[in-house]
């Protein structure tokens, strides 16, 4: 199983960025989706998630119309648009995968890819 994060970068506040993470090895369509992020000296945060139908989204408060999770089950990839980027919003970013289910913690997750940087500066 490969989860493979791309998108991330440096960009400035109130900037946007898609993040994607293309899954290969599993059966796509019956596997949930999540974003986590970890900032230096943090602890792993989940940032936002979608269960296996695509329907079902959990967002973390501070990226409540900001940010969209989204799955393509044809490209095997979940996204997560990224608008109105803040400082704070600066961590490396990761996705991971489960079973069906909508998962909004790490251990309700399989499958975890590396990460991708993204960094707001002010």
Not at 18 to 34: A, H, R, T
Not at 45 to 58: L, M, R
Request: hydrophobic share 35%; net charge neutral; aromatic share 12%.
């Amino acid at each position: 199983v490969q989860l493979q994060a791309s998108g991330g970068g440096l960009v400035q506040a109130g900037d946007s960025l898609k993040l994607s993470c293309v899954v290969s090895g599993i059966s796509f369509s019956n596997y949930g989706l999540g974003w986590f992020r970890q900032a230096p000296g943090e602890e792993r945060e989940i940032v936002a998630s979608i269960d296996w139908t695509g329907t079902a989204t959990y967002y973390q408060d501070s990226v409540k119309g900001r940010f969209t999770i989204s799955k393509d089950n044809a490209k095997k990839t979940v996204y997560l648009q990224m608008n109105g980027l803040k400082p704070e919003d600066t961590a490396v970013y990761y996705c991971a995968a489960r079973a069906f289910g909508l998962g909004t913690v790490q251990r309700d997750f399989d499958y975890w890819g590396q990460g991708t940087q993204v960094t707001v500066s002010s």
